[in-house]
T-cell receptor
């Protein structure tokens, strides 16, 4: 158990809908990362938040957005869902307090299926 | 841009034997970190081992060790005394030093340990 929690574990929805994925980082971690793992594209970095502020952006679609709240949990919002958005979405966290704290610890993931 | 290459999509090893998974990367950075993550059938991402680029000594974690060749930009993972529980997808990952940086993942190597 990495200490990172994600809810829900599974999510089934229809095209055009909107969903929210939730992530709670490990205690003491300030940084949260979101990744998408699909069958054909491997692990893709989406976005990173550090202490409530967006720090880095990767291959995140405009239909997707995220935020990190004062209690440091994060939500990833996916809207106007398409079949191709079906994937496993991982959240990871790290301390971000110096060179030795850069390791990212991954949550169990949320499996999204768009029908 | 950073790239990570895992040239072995699939590998197998007999139980109790040793296997080496390859990873090469391309970067112009001097300060960075390298990681191996394991993803078993449960799809959880589990940190196996990490290596700081400024350290010459190869990292070791129990049965897992790395061969880090900085000049060749090579970072292979050796698994000794392979166990059935080692069956998983293994991802090599690269991260630049400093705060606020994403991981760059390889495409993964699927390892099967044969009884």
């Amino acid at each position: 158990d990495s200490g990172v929690t994600q809810t829900p574990k599974h999510l089934i929805t229809a095209t055009g809908q909107r969903v929210t994925l939730r992530c709670s980082p490990r205690s003491g971690d300030l940084s949260v990362y979101w990744y998408q793992q699909s069958l054909d594209q491997g692990l893709q970095f989406l976005i990173q938040y550090y202490n409530g502020e967006e720090r880095a952006k990767g291959n995140i679609l405009e239909r997707f957005s995220a935020q990190q709240f004062p209690d440091l949990h994060s939500e990833l919002n996916l809207s106007s869902l398409e079949l191709g958005d079906s994937a496993l979405y991982f959240c990871a966290s790290s301390v971000q307090a110096g060179a030795l704290r850069e390791t990212q610890y991954f949550g169990p993931g949320t499996r999204l299926l768009v029908l | 841009a950073q790239t990570v290459t895992q040239s072995q999509p699939e590998m197998s090893v007999q139980e109790a034997e040793t296997v080496t998974l390859s990873c090469t990367y391309d970067t112009s950075e001097n300060n960075y970190y390298l990681f191996w993550y394991k993803q078993p059938p449960s799809r959880q991402m589990i940190l196996v081992i990490r290596q700081e680029a400024y350290k010459q000594q190869n990292a070791t974690e129990n049965r897992f060790s790395v061969n880090f060749q900085k000049a060749a930009k090579s970072f292979s993972l050796k698994i000794s005394d392979s166990q059935l529980g080692d069956t998983a997808m293994y991802f090599c990952a690269f991260m630049k030093g400093g705060t606020g940086n994403q991981f760059y993942f390889g495409t993964g190597t699927s390892l099967t340990v044969i009884p």
